[in-house]
């Protein structure tokens, strides 16, 4: 079945360092969808990205959909204690009704 | 936003009992509904997929005996733990989407104990 992994598992950062988090798909994908799921949390929505190569940015973060559409990264520009959280990337199966398959996740933790 | 809410938050129950979870969008209608698990430190797992007035699809392994989904309208889904176990305990949330291929917004999920 489609498997969608993460690197790394987890990242420990100071405040003000970067962060990068990997998304690998076994399948293209339709769409990807990034989620923050705060310790204790729900998953929240942070962005999708549809096109091929596509690049996005909200304020520090900046996501990338790889050309090949089974591949997507998230970058955190000097991080801060509230981006702490679990990084979850979601893929829409290329040709399937709906299912989302979230990626591993990646725990980041920050400190001062 | 779209506002998904999940009830109860929390459950404890003794081995056996059966357990009912609701899930309503509050601001759009849903015509579709998700379930997933997720156990402690771990990524979120689909068990089911369900669609207003129709019966659930349910992800391999999830059995639809054990897990009984009932999505009686575009703003309600549920989900029965019947005859919880202790293997049962977990983190169960739900999303809705009133559009399959675009954005899933979460329920804040229900916390599950069996004792």
């Known amino acids: 079945g489609q498997q969608v992994m993460q690197i790394p598992q987890y990242q420990h950062v100071q405040e003000g360092e970067d962060f990068t988090t990997y998304c690998n798909s076994s399948?293209?994908?339709?769409?990807i969808q990034w989620y923050k799921q705060r310790p204790g949390g729900h998953p929240v929505f942070l962005i999708q990205l549809v096109k091929s190569g596509e690049v996005k940015k909200q304020k520090r973060l900046t996501f990338q959909f790889g050309e090949a559409k089974k591949n997507s990264s998230l970058h955190i520009t000097a991080t801060q204690t509230t981006d702490v959280g679990t990084y979850f990337c979601a893929g829409l199966l290329t040709g399937t009704a709906s299912k989302l398959t979230f990626g591993t996740g990646t725990r980041l933790q920050v400190t001062l | 936003g779209a506002v998904v809410s999940q009830h109860p938050s929390w459950v404890i129950c003794k081995s056996g009992t059966s357990v009912k979870i609701e899930c309503r969008s509050l601001?759009?209608?849903?015509?579709?509904m998700f379930w997933y698990r997720q156990f402690p430190k771990q990524s979120l797992m689909l068990m089911a997929t369900s669609n207003e007035g129709s019966k659930a699809t349910y992800e391999q392994g999830v059995e639809k005996d054990k897990f009984l989904i009932n999505h009686a309208s575009l703003t309600l889904s549920t989900l029965t733990v019947t005859s919880a176990h202790p293997e049962d305990s977990s983190f169960y949330i739900c999303s809705a989407s009133d559009d399959p291929q675009e954005t899933q917004y979460f329920g804040p999920g229900t916390r599950l104990l069996v004792l």
């Open positions: 601001d759009f209608q849903a015509t579709t």
């Open positions: 399948t293209t994908l339709s769409n």
